[in-house]
């Protein structure tokens, strides 16, 4: 087979590969995903500063000097991990794949297959591991008897590793629901839907849910936990102002909902950022369902606002640092103290050079 005709089918596959589980759709060279080429190639230039940024925040987090208890500590990290490996499998191995290196051992069915249960698998984490947060700083906050029996590092630790346990046990199905595009010298390339996946009741109703347990759910848990949560704050802060309006002449500060207040903004900017993030993915999840449209063949302006769903989706897995940032100051003094370290470390050294260099010279 000529090199000419294996690039034609490369782009033939790439043109018609649709990705389970998440209903991404896989952009081509020619025709009418063109118009989001550029788009999607800036996506993978700011790939480096979400590594990075994911990086920093699991350094910073697992010092555990930025003030925060065990538990949440361990939710954070947890999250910021799992949205390291959505970034370098959904994002990096993919999209790069694709652009820069088309046809390689990446492309084997067994491998691309296997990193499809991986990116599946780190995206439910990733999701579940917020929702967990969330009933987490929940219990904190609202469930005061509660709280010292649930918010351990203990109890964070099993809630996590029996969520990655299950989600990850959850998408091993998807390893058998491909098939090679084309066979070469007895090696099969590149992973494509099996046809049973769309007629099989089986898959149907375990696509159905997978969607479910991934993003509808989650979603409504989060709003869920966000509207009861806001009801007990508000309940609450009525309470302590009348109890210490009560109390004469008392200008203390209340540290006690000082302390809410910080685990307030912590839980909406997190929970909130990822209700906004994957809204439009949720949307276009109804959208493919109510009017049975066929995501293979969209149209350009539903294929954007699909590819749209999914670049905010990717998007959320490196919000979280930039939310530590602006909300906790302890978070932005260890920052600031890392990126000091090189410069505070490296001057010492270049003075102590330079006095000997002098000594020398005098």
């Known amino acids: 087979m000529g090199n000419t005709e294996m690039a034609e089918m490369v782009n033939q596959y790439f ?35 979400k590594i990075l940024m994911n990086l920093l925040g699991i350094v910073i987090l697992s010092h555990g000097k930025c003030g ?23 994002v990096i191995i993919y999209q790069i794949n694709y652009y820069y290196f088309p046809k390689n051992f990446l492309d084997i069915t067994p491998v691309c297959s296997v990193n499809a249960v991986v990116s599946s698998a780190a995206t439910d984490c990733s999701v579940w591991f917020t929702v967990t947060f969330s009933f987490d700083r929940f219990v904190a906050i609202c469930c005061q008897k509660l709280k010292t029996k649930y918010c351990t590092g203990k109890i964070a630790t099993v809630v996590l590793a029996t969520s990655c346990i299950f989600l990850c046990l959850k998408n091993i199905p ?57 009801r007990y704050i508000l309940v609450a802060s009525r309470v302590r102002k009348g109890l210490r309006g009560q109390s004469k002449g008392e200008s203390h500060r209340d540290t006690e909902m000082e302390s809410r207040r910080k685990s307030m903004i912590l839980l909406f900017t997190i929970s909130g950022s990822f209700i906004l993030l994957w809204s439009v993915f949720v949307l276009e999840f109804v959208y493919y ?22 670049m905010m989706r990717n998007l959320s897995c490196c919000t979280n640092t930039f939310i530590y ?15 000091k370290y090189p410069v505070t470390s490296i001057l010492p050294l270049v003075k102590k050079h330079m006095n000997r260099d002098m000594s020398r010279v005098g």
């Open 174 to 230: 998807y390893n058998f629901a491909y098939k090679p595009w084309v066979i070469i010298d007895n090696v099969p390339w590149y992973c494509v839907v099996k046809p049973s996946y769309y007629t099989d009741h089986k898959w149907m109703g375990f696509s159905w849910f997978d969607t479910v347990l991934t993003s509808l759910l989650p979603f409504a848990l989060i709003l869920l936990i966000n509207a009861l949560t806001v």
């Open 15 to 49: 043109a018609s590969v649709f990705t389970l589980g998440h209903y991404s759709a896989v952009p081509t060279r020619t025709g009418k995903t063109e118009v989001i080429d550029k788009a999607e190639l800036r996506t993978i230039n700011i790939d480096r500063e």
């Open 325 to 339: 940032v602006v909300t906790q100051s302890k978070f932005r003094d260890q920052l600031k103290s890392m990126v």
């Open 68 to 90: 925060l208890s065990t538990c949440t500590t361990r939710y954070l990290v947890s999250m910021a991990i799992a949205d390291l490996l959505v970034i370098i499998t959904e």
């Open 289 to 310: 369902n109510i009017t049975g449209a066929d995501p293979t063949d969209y149209t350009p302006s539903e294929y954007i606002f699909q590819q749209v769903g999914a």
